[in-house]
T-cell receptor, first 117, second 118 residues
C-alpha cells in the first residue's frame, strides 16, 4: 500500500499566483514527520518545510506553508506569490523510524510545477 | 566544499563494467543514505548507514555494494549492472539518532549521479 500519495502529476500556475500541492499519507504511527522537498532540473533535493505529527500549528517557512489536516491525513504544500524559479518537481515525504531509531524517508511520486510568466 | 557532494555527476557504463559512486558530506552528520530515482517512480531508499554501520538494505540486488569507511564518506560499488539500473542515484546525510517528531533533522541531499547502463 502506498504510504505517500501525490495525486497531481503536473500543475501549471501563473506567476504571482498561489498554488497548493496535495499530499496524503498513510501511517498507524502516532509520532511521524512530514517533509516537502523541491527538485529542480539540476537534480538536487532541496528541503522546504517540515511538519511534526504533534505540532499544533501549521508550519511556515517564508512563502511556503503546510496545510496540515491530521484527521484527514493530508499535508498540502502552499506556495504563495509563485515565482518563475519555483518551477520544479515537488516531493512529499514521510519519515519513519526503524527499531534502531534510524530515520527513513518514504517519498510520494512527485508533482511537476510549472510557473508561467 | 560545502553540503553533500557526489562524483561523478554522470556515468555511462556497460553491463560488464565495475564502477563506484562517491558521496562526501561536510555537515558533520553521522548518518548517510543512498536513494535510487528512476523515471516515473518515487525515490527508493537503498541503504542506510548510521555511525558507519549499515542498518538498512531495502532488498537491493547484490550487484550494488555500499561502503562507508567513515561518517563523511559513502560509496556505492557497481558491477554487472542491468539497463534497468539506469537512474539518478542520490546520496543524503543527516544526524542520528533522529530524535522526536518535533525535530526537523532533515536529510540533506547531494546533486546525484546520473547513471546510464548500456
Amino acid at each position: 500500500a502506498q504510504k505517500i500519495t501525490q495525486t497531481q502529476p503536473g500543475m501549471f500556475v501563473q506567476e504571482k499566483e498561489a498554488v497548493t500541492l496535495d499530499c496524503t499519507y498513510d501511517t498507524s504511527d502516532q509520532s511521524y514527520g512530514l517533509f516537502w522537498y523541491k527538485q529542480p532540473s539540476s537534480g538536487e533535493m532541496i528541503f522546504l518545510i517540515y511538519q511534526g505529527s504533534y505540532d499544533e500549528q501549521n508550519a511556515t517557512e517564508g512563502r511556503y506553508s503546510l496545510n496540515f489536516q491530521k484527521a484527514r491525513k493530508s499535508a498540502n504544500l502552499v506556495i504563495s506569490a509563485s515565482q518563475l524559479g519555483d518551477s520544479a518537481m515537488y516531493f512529499c515525504a514521510m519519515r519513519e523510524f526503524d527499531i534502531q531509531g534510524a530515520q527513513k524517508l518514504v517519498f510520494g511520486q512527485g508533482t511537476r510545477l510549472t510557473i508561467n510568466p | 566544499e560545502t553540503g553533500v557532494t557526489q562524483t561523478p555527476r554522470h556515468l555511462v557504463m556497460g553491463m560488464t563494467n565495475k564502477k563506484s559512486l562517491k558521496c562526501e558530506q561536510h555537515l558533520g552528520h553521522n548518518a548517510m543514505y543512498w536513494y535510487k530515482q528512476s523515471a516515473k517512480k518515487p525515490l527508493e531508499l537503498m541503504f542506510v548507514y548510521n555511525f558507519k554501520e549499515q542498518t538498512e538494505n531495502n532488498s537491493v540486488p547484490s550487484r550494488f555494494s555500499p561502503e562507508c569507511p567513515n561518517s563523511s564518506h559513502l560509496f556505492l560499488h557497481l558491477h554487472t549492472l542491468q539497463p534497468e539500473d539506469s537512474a539518478l542515484y542520490l546520496c543524503a546525510s543527516s544526524f542520528y539518532p533522529s530524535g522526536t517528531s518535533g525535530e526537523h533533522n532533515e536529510q540533506f541531499f547531494g546533486p546525484g549521479t546520473r547513471l546510464t547502463v548500456l
